[in-house]
């Protein structure tokens, strides 16, 4: 099964209260369970009811689980069409001290020409990787051209969907997305990564 890349946007600020539920029209509540257990009084017949009342309970949790997936998937596939707010690239990712010629920037750039890259980062972290952008489609040409012709090993390959627009949002705003981004993970089993516009107000 193809795994879904989850892109949540957000086209314009919008107010930290309703950044959440006004983002997507996702209603908080779909994310509360509230399930009624009735016990029966007849006891003779408590194992059967008790059998029904879980069957009952699972059938309800199994058509929650169906309508809140079909929402977010429809969902997304709304914000994955909204290429106005996101670029859908290519990443092929290298270390910088895997080879001699990645000795710096500029000999990492004129590689990435060489091979058909349309941009290269060093990323920002400590362990100095160099990410290779690509359109989608040639991120096998490119780990073939690194690890065939250069002899310089690929860490990873992946696709993601890079933001052209940001919007900033308060810190507690980012905690409750990253609550609602884990439930979702945790409720669909199907949906691999999220990619959102916002950015935290400093």
Known sequence: MS???FVLFAHRLLSPTYIVDRTL?????????KINVFSTQIKRFAGHAHWQNVKHIKEAGDREKSQTALYYVKAAQKAIRADK?????????????????????DA?????IEIGAKEVELSSSEDQNYHFHCEVHEIDHLRQSLE???????????????????VPIHHDVRQTLDEMYDKIKTSLEYVDRIFDNVIINK
């Not at 996702?26 to 509360?32: A, D, E, G, T």
């Not at 990492?108 to 990435?112: E, V």
């Not at 065939?148 to 993601?160: A, G, L, M, R, S």
């Open 25 to 33: 029209q996702i209603p908080v509540h779909l994310f509360v369970n």
């Open 108 to 112: 990492a750039t004129n590689l990435g």
């Open 85 to 105: 707010f996101f670029d859908h690239i290519g990443l092929v990712t290298v270390s910088a001290k895997s080879s001699k010629q990645l000795s710096d920037l």
């Open 148 to 166: 065939t012709i250069h002899h310089i090993p690929v860490i990873n390959t992946q696709d993601i969907y890079s933001p052209k627009i940001f």
């Open 3 to 5: 795994r879904l890349k």
